[in-house]
Structures are given as structure tokens and as C-alpha cells.
């Protein structure tokens, strides 16, 4: 079994920080690519950063002047940074990760059960 463990969200204020982590537990013989993903209510889910193993990201256009993205790939966990938030950036953020259990498996894109960040004064 593979588990992604999401921690670190709350409620915050408007210009406020939060650091989210994910970290990857279980049988796991590689992760390729971890990132994050949103879904606000009512809307549908969105991507928000992805990363690399080598420590390549693509960040959305909409926080991309706010967010960061990093990993410890020793650890198996994903952080995501977000600065200056905004009641835009209120939703359940979730964490996925391209995870090979063993060298024989092909990847498998596994979830975690998601946190909710919630920005208002």
C-alpha cells in the first residue's frame, strides 16, 4: 500500500503564508513527478505546481508570483509555499505523485485525501 499524507493547511488571513507538505509512505521503489492540485467549491479540480525528481517545476500562471514548490526526495515528501494569499486561493489542496511500488510495476499516479486552506479576515 502507498499513502500520501497531506498536512499543514488552516485558516489564514489575507496576505497570509501557509507551507503545505505531502509525505509518500509505503511500498514505494521510485516517485517520478509529486505536485499539488486545488479544487475550490463548486469548481472543478486544478492544477496548481508539479515537480520533478531532478527539481523541475511548473507552476500555474495564477500563483506563480506567490507559490513555490519543493520536494526532499529523501524524505518522499512535497512542500508547497504559498505567500500573499488570497480568498481566491480558499480550497482543498491535494498532492499527487507518479509512485512505482516495484521495479517490475509500471507508474501509478496515486492521491492524498486532501487539506483545507481557507484565507478570510
Known amino acids: 500500500q502507498v499513502q500520501l499524507v497531506e498536512s499543514g493547511g488552516g485558516l489564514v488571513q489575507p496576505g497570509g503564508s501557509l507551507r503545505l507538505s505531502c509525505a509518500a509512505s509505503g511500498s514505494i521503489f521510485r516517485i517520478n513527478d509529486m505536485g499539488w492540485y486545488r479544487q475550490a467549491p463548486g469548481k472543478e479540480r486544478e492544477l496548481v505546481a508539479t515537480i520533478t525528481v531532478e527539481g523541475s517545476t511548473n507552476i500555474a500562471d495564477s500563483v506563480k508570483d506567490r507559490f513555490t514548490v519543493s520536494r526532499d526526495n529523501a524524505k518522499k515528501t512535497v512542500f508547497l509555499q504559498m505567500n500573499s494569499l488570497n480568498s481566491e486561493d480558499t480550497a482543498v489542496y491535494y498532492c499527487?505523485?507518479?509512485?512505482?511500488?516495484?521495479?517490475?510495476?509500471?507508474?501509478?499516479?496515486?492521491w492524498g485525501q486532501g487539506t483545507q486552506v481557507t484565507v478570510s479576515s
Open positions: 499527487n505523485a507518479d509512485i512505482k511500488r516495484v521495479s517490475w510495476m509500471r507508474m501509478s499516479t496515486y
